[in-house]
């Protein structure tokens, strides 16, 4: 049964990676039906696809491609594998542009072998090695900070701070950062960040989940807004005051959750949205 189209829903996004049992033309079907008007896409939902014929048929569905997930990956103790990480970032360009994606997410990366500042190092080189093939295309890059826990091995960036400082010592307008509740809500200067990055124009993408306690996988057990202890709205009302119109984009990893019926849980999500976000 379709849900009523509101207005309220119409900055609402939600990540192909959130009803992951869903095929990518089953997710546009149904969001679309529930009145959802954003979608990023997750690289993998692309596998075996032609980004444009999917791009078409977001179009087709009303709806907007707000990202491409994800770019990034680029520390390593080894240059080859630099390289690499490189050459598969300037894929993931031309997949956005395909899709006519306006924006790429960066995971950034690190490697436990070595310290995190060159790992930082890194990650600005290869942001850099890939940001005049990203201007040409017209696509915008996201640096995510990650949670401290992931530092080893998934984001040498684990504060806003550091991402806006990188984008300020890279200093290209086709640079920012994506706001993650889930990774920034502790940080006691998240709210002076957040400031500073709207200053300088660099809020470009803000996901919405919520963290539950106990988390019994770090990874894959996020919660539904209003199943956990992130103060969203006031979040997402600083956001707002810092300048930022985008979508709120609803990135959900959990075990538990693609265990269930798909439509209800997009019900579910549909609610939680409007009722904590």
Request: hydrophobic content about 40%.
């Amino acid at each position: 049964m379709p849900f009523e189209t509101e207005k309220d829903l119409s900055r609402l996004c939600i990540h192909t990676i959130t009803t992951k049992p869903w095929s990518i033309e089953e997710a546009l079907k149904y969001y679309s039906s529930a009145g959802v008007r954003g979608i990023t896409v997750w690289r993998e939902a692309l596998q075996n696809r032609r980004p444009a014929e999917i791009s078409r048929q977001i179009a087709e569905e009303g709806m907007s491609v707000v990202s491409l997930c994800r770019g990034g990956f680029f520390p390593s103790q080894e240059p080859a594998k630099r390289r690499a990480a490189i050459e598969e970032n300037l894929r993931v360009i031309d997949e956005a542009q395909a899709l006519r994606a306006p924006l790429i997410v960066l995971v950034c990366g690190a490697d436990p072998g070595q310290p995190l500042e060159e790992s930082r190092r890194q990650i600005a080189e290869g942001i850099q090695a890939i940001l005049p093939h990203a201007e040409a295309g017209g696509i915008r890059l996201a640096i995510e900070p990650l949670h401290p826990m992931y530092a080893d091995s998934r984001s040498a960036i684990n504060t806003l701070r550091q991402a806006r400082q990188m984008c300020r010592e890279i200093d290209s307008p086709w640079l920012g950062v994506a706001v993650d509740v889930y990774h920034l809500w502790w940080d006691p200067d998240l709210q002076e960040e957040i400031g500073l990055c709207g200053n300088a124009g660099k809020l470009f993408a803000f996901h919405i989940c919520d963290w539950r306690t106990p988390t019994v996988d770090l990874l894959n057990d996020r919660g539904l807004m209003g199943e956990g202890c992130i103060p969203i709205r006031r979040i997402r009302h600083w956001m707002e005051a810092a300048g930022f119109q985008g979508f709120h984009e609803v990135e959900i990893f959990s075990l538990r959750l693609w265990q269930t019926d798909q439509h209800g849980f997009l019900k579910r999500i549909i609610e939680a949205y409007r009722e904590f976000a």
